[in-house]
């Protein structure tokens, strides 16, 4: 069960150079991945093929298996993926529909679209915004909400749809730290709720604080694959043009060659790690 | 060219206040990034810069002279400014001529544009793709190129909106050379940003903005430890900073810094057999 | 799940008749009076549609939010057409008033007014619609009429008056400003100057639309499957006559136009 692809390579109409090259992965139910990767890297590429928009949506040529729940997505129509596989945008304004002037119609917005029974959406739609803690905004219009408020409204949206997983591409890029924190906490609460989550994040250190397992990808190839220790202590991380947390990077500065297991990712287990004594007792 | 702030104080026409009574000098080609939470002010504040706002009250002074009565066009050639979208200013077919669309419109033209153009794109690292058309490149990719259209008109002051969003670390690694080469010669560098880390790597000056005022300005070694401002302005200070105010002593804010801070201290045994035997344990 | 938002529309709650109709109804009226306006020739007839129009905009109370909407650019309108059908229309016609070397010609100013008329008349009936139809509403109602999703989507975003259209296009403006661009002087200068401020909405939308079909593909709105709608439009019990009466108007209208007494 869950998601897995088997040797996919994916290269765009159009284009020369493979954007996914061989990549081999199993998404584990409830499990909470971070994707890290340099631009170019196949972050965006590898989300639309767990979403399914390719090979349905975007055109080019797909080899390799993608399986959901042992059957292969392209054999599953895109709206079908839709339920299972959600997908949220780095730009809320290009996920919101634009047709619905209250919080609680876009949320409904894809229900609606499935034909769902209107108690049924009734009921999804009031747990969405509950889990998004949007209830208190239900009746606002979107386009008066902060930037972290609408990132949230896109994914209530998408958790409504019930969806197995939930992608998301870089959803806090054009967010300021408050807006960030609140997205984070909202993948916080899908992940409460049961959900496979993958990430797409540049902010290094929150991913760290917050994966299961992180998948770190070099020119469409999957670099290496982890726990987040595990990725960062790794040789071939250093090449990937993406940084370490700030911790992680010190202790490799500062002469670490220990297990991967035991790479500081906070100033306490950095401590704790070299023996330093704190200045005041906390 | 000194940026002088006196008492302004700026209101939208929704009735927002967005400046209240904010008064700052900012000397010849010194670094300054501006941190807070959005709607703190700070955007609003460096619009001031370049006419793009006028104060409601008080007044901007740029060189010597109140910039009241000049025109945006003329302050451009004082202030370049780079938004934080490269999609609300990318318009020609290729990054070149987009690169030269200030440069021309200050009145550059023939070899001295070519020149501003060029040096622009080599420092960004983008000159390889001068032909291409800039919606074919990554979105991280315009903003260099949106960044070099400002850089290439060679103000005496440069203002960046946000330049590290959506940049991986090469990317943020050409923007900081920039930055380096500007201020070498003497060039004032603004930046608003919310990315802490690039603000301790690269700025010697921070003002933290909350609630429409100024509530911290002074060296990162200062304002990161004032803690309440911080985060009564909604801010993290980087982790460095955190184990630096954990473990007292000489300040540091850079990973590099704290790496050759603690260097002296690490302890005898080296870090590979403490390990082993905590493994062992 | 009602619809109670009316940021970014044009809508103006209220609980009149007019509101209370179905929209297909209200389009229906829409669509046999821009008709009648267009088939109508004589003036007295044109009055007649232009003023039956404000009395509905009145019943409906929406009369004071029409003129907001649209007084000034009727004003000009009104203006611009008289001047130049009354000063520059061909053809001999008898002078209905001498300024100076100008003189104001009667066929031109009874042209301009049954154009301006015309184009009131218009403006009213669709604004009818607009002011007092939720766009939702509107939109539901088209769909469950048997349109494509596609035509009530394209219908309703273009409808959304969305801040953030508007927050871009000034976004746009500070930043070719701030890169020297002139918006002032002379009126090539301004011509010119508009390329850099339209090419970014041009290329911004050619980008967003790729997202946004992928989000809408993503969210079922091309789905085949048979949509559910959570709130219901309800018919009054009075608009099946209202429709006949409507048709009946149409085709005496066209036949009084035939008789030529229209």
């Known amino acids: ?282 | 060219m000194p940026i002088e702030v006196r008492q302004v104080s700026y209101a939208y026409a929704s009735g927002v206040r967005a400046l209240a009574d904010v008064s700052l000098r900012i000397g010849d080609g010194e670094r300054v990034a501006f941190v807070g939470q959005n709607g703190s002010g700070k955007t609003t504040l460096v619009k001031q810069f370049n006419g793009l706002l006028r104060p409601t009250s008080g007044s901007v002074w740029l060189g010597g002279a109140d910039i009241a009565t000049q025109r945006i066009s003329d302050l451009a050639r004082q202030v370049g400014f780079a938004f934080q979208n490269p999609d609300d200013q990318i318009f020609r077919n290729s990054v070149e001529s987009e690169v030269a669309f200030g440069p021309f419109n200050l009145g550059l033209r023939g070899a001295s544009l070519q020149a501003a153009v060029d040096e622009a794109l080599g420092a960004l690292e983008l000159a390889r793709w001068r032909d291409e058309h800039p919606y074919t490149l990554s979105y991280a990719a315009r903003k260099l190129v949106c960044i070099a259209g400002v850089a290439a008109m060679q103000t005496p002051v440069l203002v960046l909106d946000e330049p590290t969003t959506g940049q991986d670390r090469l990317g943020v690694e050409r923007i900081e050379h920039l930055l380096a080469a500007r201020s070498e010669r003497g060039t004032t560098v603004l930046v608003v940003t919310h990315d802490m880390a690039f603000v301790a790597r690269n700025f010697d000056r921070v003002i933290v903005m909350s609630a429409a005022q100024i509530h911290a300005d002074g060296a990162p070694s200062e304002v990161f430890w004032r803690d309440e401002v911080l985060s009564g302005a909604g801010l993290e200070p980087p982790p460095v900073v955190r184990l630096s105010q954990r473990l007292g002593g000489p300040r540091f804010w850079t990973v590099s810094g704290a790496a050759s801070a603690l260097q002296p201290r690490l302890p005898d045994r080296t870090s590979k057999s403490t390990l082993s035997e905590e493994a062992g344990t | ?262």
């Not at chain 1, 949320?107 to 803690?133: K, M, S, W, Y």
């Not at chain 3, 970014?8 to 209200?26: D, E, I, R």
């Not at chain 3, 048979?226 to 009054?236: D, E, F, I, P």
Request: glycine share 8%; aromatic share 8%.
């Open chain 3, 1 to 262: 799940m009602t619809v109670s938002g009316t940021s970014g529309t044009l809508f103006q709650a209220g609980a009149s008749f007019v509101h209370a109709a179905h929209p297909t109804t209200k389009l229906l009226y829409a669509v046999v009076t821009i008709a009648c306006s267009l088939v109508v020739t004589r003036l007295p007839f044109l009055a007649a549609l232009a003023l039956s129009v404000c009395v509905v905009l009145y019943l409906a109370g929406v009369w004071r939010a029409f003129l907001r909407a649209t007084a000034r650019y009727l004003v000009l309108l009104t203006f611009f057409l008289l001047v130049i059908q009354g000063l520059f229309r061909e053809g001999p016609s008898a002078v209905l008033l001498q300024i100076g070397p100008a003189s104001l010609k009667t066929a031109g100013v009874l042209f301009a007014a049954s154009m301006v008329l015309r184009i009131f008349t218009m403006v009213g009936a669709f604004l009818v619609v607009v002011l007092t139809t939720h766009p939702a509403d509107l939109v539901q109602a088209i769909e469950q009429a048997g349109a494509s999703p596609r035509v009530g989507y394209l219908l309703l975003a273009t409808l959304q008056l969305s801040p953030e259209m508007v927050e871009r296009a000034r976004r746009i403006i500070d930043a070719q400003r701030s890169r020297g661009l002139r918006t002032d002087g002379s009126l090539v200068m301004r011509f010119r100057g508009l390329v850099p401020l339209v090419g970014p909405l041009f290329y911004g939308s050619l980008m967003s639309v790729e997202a946004k079909a992928m989000a809408l593909t993503a969210r079922g709105f091309f789905t085949q499957r048979r949509k559910t709608w959570v709130r219901t439009l309800a018919h009054q019990p009075w608009e099946p006559a209202a429709r006949i009466a409507l048709g009946a108007v149409f085709v005496g209208v066209v036949v009084l136009r035939v008789l030529g007494w229209a």
């Open chain 1, 1 to 282: 069960m869950g998601l897995t692809l088997t040797h996919v390579s994916f290269t765009y109409q159009g284009t020369a150079s493979k954007a996914i090259d061989d990549v081999s992965l199993d998404l584990q139910p409830g499990r909470f991945y971070g994707v890290v990767g340099a631009t170019g890297a196949g972050k965006s590429t590898l989300c639309h093929i767990f979403s399914g928009l390719i090979p349905h949506f975007l055109k080019g040529s797909l080899d390799g298996e993608v399986a959901l729940d042992g059957q292969p997505t392209s054999a599953i129509p895109i709206d079908e993926i839709a339920t299972r596989v959600g997908y949220v945008f780095q730009n809320p304004f290009d996920q919101l529909s634009h047709i619905t002037y209250r919080v609680d119609d876009e949320v409904a917005f894809g229900l609606q679209n499935f034909g769902l029974p209107r108690d049924e959406i009734v009921a999804r739609v009031t747990h969405a915004l509950e889990v998004l803690r949007l209830a208190d905004l239900r009746d606002r219009y979107p386009f008066h909400l902060s930037g972290g408020q609408l990132q949230r409204l896109a994914v209530a949206s998408v958790l409504a749809m019930s969806p197995d997983i939930v992608v998301m591409d870089e959803p806090t890029s054009q967010l300021d730290p408050q807006g960030t924190r609140e997205v984070f906490q909202a993948v916080a609460d899908l992940r409460a709720s049961g959900v496979t989550v993958v990430l797409v994040e540049h902010k290094v250190d929150l991913l760290a604080a917050h994966v299961d397992e992180l998948i770190a990808l070099g020119d469409g190839r999957v670099v290496c694959q982890g726990s987040p220790r595990a990725v960062f202590a790794s040789p071939v991380f250093g090449d990937l043009g993406v940084n370490r947390p700030q911790m992680a990077e010190l202790a490799l500065q500062l002469g670490f060659a220990g297990e991967a297991e035991a790479l500081p990712l906070s100033p306490t287990e950095l401590m704790k790690h070299y023996g330093f004594e704190a200045l005041h007792a906390d």
